[in-house]
């Protein structure tokens, strides 16, 4: 029940005795009864990857995140992260990708400053990595490309892109929404969208409820703190205009 309570839980998150003893335990917990009845090899890339680099999802969080993207590799279009923290998720996405592109989004320098409410909960600069060590851990993944700096400034030239995979994991309620307004019209139909937190962070949840409010698709909520989006079949995949044209004249 500690989870549900956001200043508890970022008090534990941030001090090291306090995380072993809770959500260290629990993911390892978690990894070792998956490894009873799930693949070796994926339970051993997860175990790599948080290694190569800390993390904040559990070891359930990992597993989900693998397969859905795992599932997505020959969707077509891109995978993306919005929020990267030290690029463990980030290697995980890599470790499934193939050649598809994985685009990441961060400040990579910690939160933006919280405001309202949030400002009790986070602090800016919080669950900072750095670009550099981020690099460090994707060190020989192709197709990874990074975007540094304040969401949506940061997609800048990235409008005609297509998805079929991105995460969120950027706790604030403004920036969640920022990116469901640029991901989700870009989503493919059948691409996933997945969101960690919004069962315990009430400004999560708060921004894929009203983002989603009246629109065809449902929020589906998954055992682990995470939530995910199926982009419809019949969705129409935004269009810029010029990109428009283009077809028109080809």
Not at 84 to 107: I, M, N, Q, W
Not at 118 to 146: I, S
Request: overall charge positive; some cysteine.
């Amino acid at each position: 029940m500690w989870m549900r309570n956001e200043r508890l839980r970022r008090i534990v998150s941030r001090n090291r005795v306090f995380r072993f003893l809770s959500s260290d335990v629990q993911t390892h917990l978690q990894l070792a009864l998956l490894r009873g009845h799930k693949s070796k090899q994926v339970i051993d890339t997860i175990e790599s990857c948080r290694k190569k680099a800390d993390s904040l999802l559990s070891g359930d969080e990992s597993f989900m995140l693998h397969a859905l993207a795992q599932a997505q590799t020959e969707h077509g279009g891109a995978f993306a992260e919005f929020g990267v923290y030290k690029g463990c998720s980030a290697r995980l996405l890599c470790s499934v990708k193939g050649a598809t592109p994985l685009h990441l989004f961060d400040t990579f320098s910690g939160l933006p400053k919280p405001s309202g409410a949030e400002r009790g909960t986070f602090r800016k600069g919080e669950f900072r990595g750095t670009l550099t060590e981020v690099q460090n851990v994707l060190t020989g993944y192709k197709g990874v490309h990074f975007h540094q700096g304040v969401f949506p400034a940061s997609t800048a030239g990235l409008e005609n892109l297509r998805f079929s995979f991105v995460h969120l994991d950027v706790d604030l309620e403004g920036a969640t929404y920022a990116g469901l307004e640029f991901f989700y019209p870009r989503m493919l139909p059948g691409g996933i969208l997945i969101t960690h937190d919004y069962s315990i962070i009430p400004g999560v949840r708060n921004a894929v409820d009203r983002f989603m409010t009246g629109r065809s698709e449902r929020v589906i909520e998954l055992p682990t703190t995470q939530a995910m989006i199926i982009r419809s079949a019949d969705a129409r995949v935004m269009v810029s205009a010029e990109a428009e044209a283009t077809a028109v004249a080809a």
